[in-house]
Each structure stands twice: as C-alpha cells, then as structure tokens.
C-alpha cells in the first residue's frame, strides 16, 4: 500500500489515497487527479491555477519525465496551469 496526502492550506483540510502499485509519479498525479474532481472543483469553481509542494525526491522528481508528463495531461485535462 502507498499512501499519497494532499493538504489544502486554504480550508485545512487533508486528502489522503491509498494505492497499490510501482509507478509512484503516475500514482502522485492520478492522487491529484481524483482530489481535484472530487473535491478541488468543487471547492474552488473559478480557479485557474494549482500550486503544488513536493518533496521532489525519487519519482517525483522535477527531472522525471513521467511526472512531467503524468502532470502536463492533468494540467490539460483540468484546464489549468499547475505550478509545482
């Protein structure tokens, strides 16, 4: 099991997703991904933008491709500009 914590500063509130699987880059971004529709939208109708703190460690490493790829997708799919 790999735990992926989101924690929105704005309404104290955490977000955790729990997974099993290798790829922790895609993983990390499906996590943001379901935080995003389930509640990010939701809570925040008119943004336009994300800012997103990482450890940038492993595979979430601003050097990784599939985090930026996993990312760039998200960004596109969401409609908007993800800052990391």
Do not use: C
Not at 40 to 66: C, F, V
């Amino acid at each position: 099991m790999v735990p992926y914590g989101i924690y929105d500063i704005t309404a104290n509130t955490g977000w955790v997703d729990v997974g099993v699987g290798h790829d922790t880059a895609a993983f990390a971004v499906a996590s943001i991904r379901r935080w995003w529709q389930a509640r990010g939208h939701t809570d925040y109708p008119s943004a336009s933008r994300l800012l997103i703190t990482a450890d940038a460690g492993g595979s979430n490493s601003y050097r990784q491709r599939l985090w930026k790829a996993e990312l760039a997708a998200f960004d596109a799919e969401a409609g908007l500009l993800v800052t990391v």
